[in-house]
């Protein structure tokens, strides 16, 4: 009862939440979520201290980033998977968003810098457990930071994102690496202790294997333990539906998740926050 009670409590005030958020990023080690005043459209950068948040369960497109200038969605358009309306996406970044995850092209039927750009082909650690990813090579340890990864080391090059995903698809069924892991597997992980002699012996028999099956040499391995979070954490966080209130003692935040805790650990995944509306404090 009450649970539903929370849900038409949210449902009455949530298009009246003061902010939009619009990018959750990390600058290094330090972890940013982009929001702008609805009033008045000024941007400004939601405390990740203080954890006292109203979230909504609509959403609306973030708009256009172009030379680091943000222009509001002009129709305002709902959106579901991606944070973007297919208008915006195709304004400033790319016209087909299932791209992001299956490319079409190496560039030449859209046109995009973003499909013929080299990517890179990486493994990357969560404690103990490893899978195989892409990224733009010009921000690959961005991309495991915003993922939380606790260690990683690029595998290969390629001229193309849809060639990499290729790659990256072939090694992945012939090795058995997983090319992802579900929320609460690895959320699990932080209340275990990192176990860097079975991360350092997985890694040099993926590395044997990779130089043999398909003529790759691994990049050494890198550590990304800067996170502003303390770990292992004393118990395991519990995922936390993204819209509702959020309110509690901060512990730390690591690649998508704000931990804290109010009665036990939860966790809040910042990036499914944008395309959402967000208040601070006590909203009525």
Same mark, same amino acid.
């Given at each position: /009862?009450?649970?539903? =009670?929370? !849900?038409?409590?949210?449902? $009455?005030? &949530?298009? *009246? ?5 619009? @990018?959750?990023?990390?600058? #290094? ?27 909504? @369960? ?7 980033? $172009? ?16 944070? $973007?309306?297919?208008?915006? =996406?195709?304004? *400033? ?12 092209? +190496? ?8 499909? @013929? ?10 404690? =103990? ?16 930071? &915003? $993922? ?40 699990? +992980?932080?209340?275990?202790? /990192?176990?860097?002699?079975?991360? &350092? ?6 590395? *044997?294997?990779? &130089? ?13 333990? *800067? ?7 004393? /118990? ?7 819209? #509702? %209130? ?5 512990? #730390? ?8 805790r109010s009665g036990g650990m939860n966790a ?7 395309? !959402?509306?967000?208040?601070?404090? %006590?909203?009525?």
């Amino acid at each position: /009862m009450f649970e539903r =009670a929370d !849900r038409l409590w949210l449902a $009455q005030i &949530e298009r *009246s939440l003061p902010f939009h958020a619009i @990018g959750f990023e990390w600058r #290094g080690f330090d972890p940013v979520l982009h929001c702008v005043n609805r009033s008045d459209d000024s941007p400004l950068h939601l405390d990740l201290k203080s954890v006292d948040y109203v979230i909504s @369960g609509h959403r609306e497109c973030v708009g256009c980033f $172009q030379d680091q200038q943000h222009t509001p969605c002009p129709r305002s358009a709902g959106v579901s998977r991606f944070t $973007q309306c297919p208008d915006c =996406a195709e304004e *400033s970044f790319i016209p087909y968003q299932e791209c992001v995850f299956e490319p079409k092209c +190496d560039g030449e039927l859209c046109d995009v810098d973003f499909c @013929g750009r080299e990517h890179v082909l990486y493994l990357a650690f969560y404690n =103990a457990r490893v899978k195989i990813g892409m990224s733009s090579a010009r921000r690959l340890e961005e991309r495991l930071i &915003e $993922q939380g990864a606790d260690a990683y080391a690029q595998i290969g090059v390629y001229r193309t994102r849809k060639r990499a995903r290729e790659a990256e698809k072939e090694i992945s069924a012939r090795l058995r690496i997983p090319q992802s892991f579900r929320q609460r597997v690895l959320l699990e +992980d932080l209340a275990r202790r /990192m176990d860097q002699k079975t991360v &350092e012996n997985k890694f040099a028999r993926l590395c *044997s294997s990779l &130089e043999t099956h398909f003529n790759l040499k691994p990049e050494e391995l890198r550590r990304l333990d *800067s996170y502003p979070i303390e770990l292992p954490l004393d /118990m395991k966080p519990s995922l936390m539906n993204t819209p #509702g %209130r959020h309110r509690g003692e901060l512990v #730390g935040v690591k690649g998508r998740w704000l931990i804290y805790r109010s009665g036990g650990m939860n966790a809040l995944s910042l990036a499914d926050v944008p395309s !959402r509306f967000v208040g601070i404090g %006590r909203v009525q």
